[in-house]
């Protein structure tokens, strides 16, 4: 693995000046923008990110590192703030945090930390970046720029990150060249979210002398690949600093310990049996298991089925997950693997019966309903799916997936008007108004709706449009 990236937001990708005396950090507060235009912006980069192929859409991997960040940001000082984790397919140990509660999480990040108050560590990190309102501080002086313009900043900035040599034409190519002095700031900024995010680990509960030994392994294993290093790494002098400083930190508070959840390692092992080959990654588990290599049993297990699912070994990964089950007892991501299998084998109707017993188990969690609905669009059973369905999004009215869901078995029923309109219902929950006002037209001319029906669709346009006005008045 590449271990390229210490730090852990758009900030290092500066070339330091230290001679350069810093401006004041200002307001906390983020006065400069308002926090629902801080959220527009988020949700306007997240448009794109989501459409990138890195975006890793896994439901399991996301509900887990969302209830890690929830722990956090319930032990933030805005703990009533919309966060979205998400993960993206990058092996470089990295997270970044974007207006508006949004935060990426790297694939890498959670392969490199071996204890989860390492990844928390990182995580408070980047809450507290949000709960302090950095990037916007950063944008905050570009009040003429519009929504689309700073959302492409913000992308450009993290595409940067990883480019040093780009930021320049990143800064140049969104005519924000005031931008270059705002990131000045970024070395106060990058103190700040150690400190404050230090407070967080500490509160909800994580071994804070996780962040430390982190960033001090990370530093270690950058250093052996110096040579390729990229500059601004080499001449970077935060990393040490910030490794003492949390240090100095974790030495001062009550030691306290915090054991992994069992979610942190069948996480890893489902992301890690993914990496490479079938073959390798069944050698890599086998090897593991065979030779007591792991710190958790079941996790390497749940890994190894994973990798011989993988392989199309279905027999020997079903066996596998047996043994996954009498270590834990039942556990709905242990679950959801078996049923991948069973689907995978040629057998839908064993998966959804897997499924429904996990449900009857764990209601709360979606990955089951989402995989559940899924077996069923699978075996041509909408109307089964849309009865779901039709629970669900009433106890999750946020969720854009379950109302993806629905538009794919309407459409799958021949329904074109609730087709369209579940499909506007996804893209208000994704932010992309205008997308969700021209589906509920589509709806109104779909020639297949009731009286009623039509004038949901009516009331719901005339509300988006209202929306749509006042967002362009007030940002
Ligand atoms: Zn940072």
């Given at each position: 693995m590449r271990l390229v990236v210490?730090?852990?937001?758009?900030?290092?990708?500066v070339t330091p000046t230290s001679a350069q005396t810093l401006p004041e950090l200002g307001d906390?507060?983020?006065?400069?923008?308002?926090p629902a235009f801080e959220r527009k912006i988020g949700e306007q980069a997240m448009r794109d990110i989501r459409r990138d192929p890195s975006y890793l859409d896994d439901p399991e991997l996301t509900e887990y590192i969302n209830d890690l960040g929830r722990r956090i940001v319930a032990a933030s000082?805005?703990?009533?703030q919309d966060f979205e984790f998400f993960m993206v397919?990058?092996?470089?140990v990295n997270a970044f945090a974007m207006p508006g509660g949004f935060v990426g999480v790297h694939t890498g990040l959670l392969l490199a930390a071996q204890t989860e108050s390492e990844l928390a560590g990182v995580l408070s990190h980047e809450v507290a970046h949000v709960t302090q309102h950095h990037l916007a501080r950063m944008l905050g002086?570009?009040?003429?720029?519009s929504i689309p313009t700073l959302a492409a900043v913000v992308l450009g900035l993290l595409a940067a990150r990883s480019r040093p040599d780009i930021t320049q034409a990143v800064i140049a190519g969104a005519s924000a060249a005031s931008i270059q002095s705002q990131l000045n700031y970024t070395r106060d900024f990058e103190r700040e979210a150690d400190r404050i995010g230090f407070q967080y680990l500490q509160q909800a509960g994580f071994d804070v002398s996780g962040m430390g030994t982190f960033f001090e392994r990370l530093q270690k294993a950058t250093r052996l690949y110096e040579n390729n290093a990229p500059a601004y790494l080499r001449t970077h002098p935060l990393s040490t600093e910030r490794i003492a400083d949390m240090q100095g930190r974790a030495q001062n508070a009550v030691y306290k310990q915090s054991p992994d959840s069992v979610e942190f390692h069948l996480a890893r092992a489902k992301l890690l049996a993914e990496q490479g080959t079938p073959r390798e990654a069944v050698a890599h588990f086998s090897e593991m298991v065979r030779e007591h290599r792991y710190a958790d049993e079941a996790g390497a297990r749940y890994g190894l089925a994973s990798a011989l699912a993988r392989a199309r070994d279905f027999p020997r990964a079903a066996a596998e997950v047996e043994n996954v089950r009498k270590l834990l007892g039942p556990h709905p991501m242990v679950e959801l693997l078996m049923a991948r299998i069973r689907v995978d084998s040629g057998n839908p109707a064993a998966a959804r019966d897997v499924l429904r017993s996990a449900l009857s188990r764990f209601?709360?969690?979606?990955p089951l309903h989402y995989a559940y609905v899924e077996v069923l669009q699978g075996m041509g059973q909408h109307q089964a799916a849309l009865a779901s369905l039709g629970d669900l999004v009433k106890s999750y009215?946020?969720?854009a997936r379950l109302y993806n869901l629905q538009a794919k078995s309407y459409a799958a029923s021949g329904k074109r008007l609730l087709h369209h309109q579940a499909l506007a219902e996804t893209y208000v929950l994704q932010g992309t108004l205008p997308a969700a006002i021209e589906q509920l037209q589509l709806a109104q001319k779909?020639?297949?709706?009731?009286f009623y029906q039509l004038s949901a669709v009516e009331a719901r346009l005339r509300d988006l449009r209202t929306l749509q006005a006042e967002e362009r008045k007030n940002r």
């Open positions: 210490v730090c852990l937001s758009v900030a290092l990708l906390t507060s983020g006065a400069l923008i308002s000082q805005e703990p009533q397919r990058d092996n470089t002086k570009q009040d003429q720029m209601p709360n969690y979606r009215p946020r969720d779909s020639g297949d709706g009731d």
